[in-house]
């Protein structure tokens, strides 16, 4: 029976174009195992898609107006989507990402980019405590794998749902969504270390959600 931590990552694996074959030798999973999973989840994952075009809908004179006004420049995907979360939105960012792209010139670069090229496809991520005379900060830092391009933001606390703030801030701040986040001795956001096997561990629930919502694997 496979986890939820592998489900999860199955499903942005498939997402992120690997096939089958790929997944079952990276995962240490039967081919068969994998076929199965992502066929149970196919029709819904259709008919959630298509419910989420209808939910767009509201917003999309806002988001029309936004894009002329930024003309010739282009508003990245996170940008739009932290905007319309505030005025009611409930989707997803990839239901406005698929709109956008019908928005985009053809000339226009991608409004959510990957960071494709080796090793940039990764962002590595960590708390670290400042303190000065009496008072005690926390900062979130991310890291880009190739450029080292730094993202830093501050918090009261490292609990986990800083984490998943700073996650979404330094997306936005970077303009993407890197394939793979690397989490540093993150007890907020790792629950058990190799709780499955080596490299394998069992993560918190919110940063599952995460995941699956921008679409990046955690490692």
């Known amino acids: ?19 089958i074959k790929a997944i079952s030798r990276e995962l240490g999973i039967s081919r068969n195992t994998v076929r199965k999973y992502l066929r149970s989840q196919v029709t819904p994952k259709y008919q959630r898609t298509q419910s989420k075009v209808s939910i767009l809908e509201p917003y999309k004179p806002y988001l029309i107006k936004r894009v002329n006004a930024a003309d010739p420049e282009w508003i990245p995907a996170a940008v739009l989507y932290q905007e319309i979360l505030q005025k009611g939105y409930t989707g997803k960012i990839r239901t406005l990402q698929n709109y956008l792209n019908t928005l985009k010139p053809t000339k226009q670069p991608e409004p959510i980019k990957r960071f494709e090229t080796q090793p940039g496809q990764q962002m590595q991520v960590d708390f670290t405590t400042i303190r000065r005379h009496h008072t005690t900060l926390k900062a979130f830092v991310a890291t880009l794998g190739y450029s080292r391009a730094t993202f830093v933001k501050f918090y009261d606390h490292e609990r ?4 998943i703030d700073g996650l979404e801030s330094a997306f936005q701040f970077f303009g993407g969504v890197p394939k793979d986040v690397l989490f540093d001795n993150a007890k907020a956001i790792i629950i058990e270390r190799d709780a499955y096997q080596d490299g394998q561990h069992r993560w918190n629930a919110k940063l599952l959600d995460c995941a699956k919502k921008y679409n990046f694997r955690a490692r």
Do not use: C, K, Y
Not at 1 to 19: D, K, P, R, W, Y
Not at 160 to 163: P, Q, Y
């Open 1 to 19: 029976m496979l986890t939820l931590e592998q489900a999860v990552t199955i499903q942005i694996l498939h997402q992120q174009g690997q096939s």
């Open 160 to 163: 986990s749902d800083a984490w």
